[in-house]
């Protein structure tokens, strides 16, 4: 049994102003999330018919049916989750307990996990993930919790449960265990580019491959992680530079890599083109000051996440209706 930690936070006006610039130059994509957006609202096809709800709930009706969550606890706008899905949660069997992300972290929380306060902000990822484990049955046993992303509402219960036990054997060897979801084509169905990486994992996967023999991989929600045993002081940073597409991004990347003593890292991935599944886990290891591991799998589903643009909410909406899709 884990706990599982939803990751619900959001950005002020101004990061959100920031990100939707981001989006139209890099992305060419028209940005449209103005509220919350955990609580944006997608209809979806059930046995009652047609029916809306918050794209939490989605993340929610899955990890509530996991049999082996025992706890639940979400991080984010305390106030609205509640007041929205407050009477959802009660009916529930399984403990979930929402927690405000603006809760300052208390001085044991910054000393266990030795937290340094100018690059963990409170309410930041790395803020966010170390209080909703502070306050899981994981913390109280020292153990992996599973943090789950809120705004992907494809990602289903075979796919967690699939990775749970491809992940639960390797807690003790590694203390981040990430699943790198292999895609079908060169670009993904909401047109995104893959990281392209030679799989040396010794784990099989469905995917295409390109001319040089590397699989096209993308991150999925869901993350087996055990924040006693890696430096979460690196989690915002490793968080910031998730899109690869950005030039700013790519450069403070390759900065990064060069000051931890890999000045190839340019070279292997856009020249020789030979970056393996293995070469990244060495990198990201010495980063995080913890064991990681990657394991490629499939289920390209649990990638389509809502960052807040139309073509993602009509694609979403689409496929969340479609009565013979795989949800």
Not at 26 to 55: C, D, M, Q, W
Not at 285 to 307: C, H, L, M
């Amino acid at each position: 049994m884990t706990s599982a930690i939803v990751m619900a936070g959001y950005n002020n006006k101004w990061a959100v102003s920031r990100y939707a610039k981001i989006v139209a130059e890099h992305y060419g994509e028209k940005f449209i999330e103005s509220g919350y957006k955990p609580l944006r609202e997608f209809t979806t096809i059930t046995n009652a018919g047609t029916v809306s709800k918050p794209l939490i709930e989605f993340t929610l009706d899955k990890l509530l049916d996991c049999k082996s969550i025992a706890d639940i606890v979400v991080v984010g706008h305390q106030m609205l989750l509640e007041q929205r899905l407050g009477r959802y949660i009660r009916r529930t069997g399984k403990p979930c307990t929402v927690i405000n992300q603006n809760t300052r972290l208390s001085p044991e929380i910054i000393r266990q996990f030795r937290i340094n306060p100018r690059k963990v902000k409170y309410n930041s990822i790395a803020g966010n993930m170390i209080k909703g484990y502070a306050a899981s049955n994981a913390f109280q046993n020292q153990a992996h919790a599973l943090f789950v992303a809120s705004d992907s509402p494809l990602t289903s219960l075979k796919f967690i449960n699939y990775f749970r036990e491809l992940a639960e054997p390797l807690t003790r060897a590694y203390d981040i265990i990430c699943p790198a979801v292999a895609m079908a084509d060169q670009i993904d169905k909401l047109g995104r580019y893959p990281l392209r990486l030679v799989n040396d994992s010794g784990y099989d996967v469905r995917g295409h491959l390109d001319q040089h023999g590397r699989v096209g991989f993308r991150l999925s929600s869901v993350m087996s992680a055990n924040p006693n045993h890696f430096d979460i002081n690196t989690a915002n940073t490793a968080y910031n530079l998730r899109k690869c597409l950005n030039p700013k991004i790519q450069i403070k990347l390759f900065k990064i890599t060069r000051s931890h003593g890999y000045p190839n890292v340019y070279s292997k991935y856009f020249l020789r083109k030979d970056m393996s599944v293995s070469e990244v886990e060495k990198f990201a290891s010495d980063f995080f000051n913890g064991r990681v591991k990657i394991i490629p799998v499939n289920g390209e589903a649990t990638t389509y996440d809502y960052d807040g643009t139309e073509h993602e909410f009509l694609f979403l909406n689409k496929i969340l209706n479609d009565p013979d899709s795989q949800r």
